[in-house]
């Protein structure tokens, strides 16, 4: 009976059970293989080019960050992360570098923000997604920053209530808020709640 090559487990268990063409290849294997798992119902196709156990429940936050390796979670789906919201959101919110296209099929399932390139990884961290996998997320002061410049584009129940709790949270580092709110111009707008929550 035919399995999967131990190398092609091993990477798929590294890598959160996913499994791309361009990993094949980097394994040393033709993509053929990927059609040859296939219908031995080894693989099961989880999106063009991306490949997952059958009956594995995929991780759609790890599937975007494989597709597109400089996205990075921000916004709702980055304080969801961070415990700074309740809320799940309905959408994944991410950015990418202003100078880049997210692929059509992330466009549609996503909610999408723009960066320059020089200040893109300000605040980048790696969080925890809900299946236990590690992707590129902001910091907490990165989000609330993005929500202080974005704030007409989110919830604004979750833009309350994500600032309420970083601010009476104990982890908040207040000096690299002011610094990350100069870099991005928003130190106007956080000014007023520096003065009335801290």
Not at 169 to 186: I, Q
Request: with cysteine.
């Amino acid at each position: 009976m035919m399995d999967l090559d131990a190398s092609i487990k091993e990477y798929m268990d590294a890598q959160g059970g996913i499994l791309t063409a361009a990993d094949i290849q980097r394994l040393g294997y033709s993509r053929g293989m990927l059609h040859v798992y296939s219908r031995a119902g080894l693989l099961e196709r989880y999106s063009c080019g991306v490949y997952i156990r059958p009956g594995t429940l995929a991780d759609d936050m790890l599937y975007m960050q494989r597709k597109f390796p400089s996205l990075i979670f921000s916004h709702e789906s980055a304080l969801y992360l961070l415990g700074l919201t309740e809320r799940t959101p309905f959408r994944h919110s991410v950015t990418i570098p202003s100078d880049a296209t997210l692929p059509s099929s992330l466009a549609k399932v996503c909610t999408c923000y723009y960066m320059k390139p020089q200040l893109h990884e300000l605040g980048l961290t790696e969080l925890r997604t809900t299946m236990g996998n590690i992707v590129r997320g902001y910091n907490a002061e990165r989000c609330v920053c993005d929500l202080l410049r974005s704030k007409n584009r989110v919830d604004i129940e979750c833009y309350t209530a994500a600032i309420k709790l970083y601010f009476s949270s104990n982890e908040k580092n207040l000096h690299r808020l002011a610094e990350y709110a100069a870099k991005l111009g928003v130190m106007n707008k956080l000014i007023p709640y520096l003065e009335v929550l801290v």
